[in-house]
């Protein structure tokens, strides 16, 4: 048996982000945890490109776009869908996971689903802020170990 393992090293990897501005209070708190990650993983700042859409339900084109480009290895979507906020939840949050998912095996990039789907805005906030859930953070994480894995392995 072979197992790949290698450690987490963003040296040379290129990021699209999609944030959407939605629950814009919340996407800044996963963009500051998105970006302190990818800086301690040793992503350039200038590998990685950031794009605002309207909410969760333009992400996957904004994606899209991104993966398209093949400028990126690495596509993160962050924003947040409360269920409390919208009788539409079901849909924006199903349309936006499945997307997303349509997108990265598509195209052969990753797309990491950063887009928190909770009951109320306060059990999104403690995901999303760096001190507590810091779920940007493992975002980037995700992106840089599956760039790594769609680039290197096979
Ligand atoms: N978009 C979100 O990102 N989060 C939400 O909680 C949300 N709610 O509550 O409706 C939301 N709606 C907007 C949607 O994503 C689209 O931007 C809009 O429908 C225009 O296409």
Same mark, same amino acid.
């Given at each position: 048996?072979?197992?790949?393992?290698?450690?987490?090293?963003?040296?040379?990897? @290129?990021?699209?982000?999609?944030?959407?501005?939605?629950?814009? =209070?919340? &996407?800044?708190? !996963? !963009?500051?945890? &998105?970006? =302190? @990650?990818?800086?301690?993983?040793?992503? +350039? *700042?200038?590998?990685?490109? !950031?794009?605002?859409? =309207?909410g969760a339900f333009e992400a996957p084109l904004a994606a899209k776009s991104f993966a398209d480009s093949k400028k990126v290895n690495a596509v993160i979507c962050l924003g947040a869908v409360i269920r409390g906020e919208t009788p539409h939840f079901d849909y924006v949050a199903g349309e936006a996971s499945a997307g997303i998912m349509r997108v990265s095996l598509d195209t052969g990039v990753p797309v990491i689903f950063?887009?928190? &789907? &909770?009951?109320?805005? $306060?059990?999104? !906030?403690? @995901? =999303?802020?760096? +001190?507590?859930? *810091?779920?940007?953070? *493992?975002? $980037?994480? $995700? $992106?840089?170990?599956?760039a790594q894995i769609v680039k290197d392995s096979f």
């Open positions: 048996m072979k197992e790949l393992n290698f450690p987490l090293n963003g040296d040379g990897i @290129r990021i699209g982000i999609v944030a959407c501005r939605f629950n814009d =209070a919340i &996407t800044h708190q !996963l !963009l500051e945890g &998105t970006l =302190a @990650r990818l800086k301690k993983f040793e992503v +350039k *700042d200038e590998d990685i490109d !950031l794009v605002w859409v =309207a950063g887009i928190l &789907t &909770t009951e109320d805005y $306060a059990q999104a !906030l403690e @995901r =999303a802020a760096v +001190k507590s859930g *810091d779920k940007g953070g *493992d975002c $980037a994480e $995700a $992106a840089i170990e599956m």
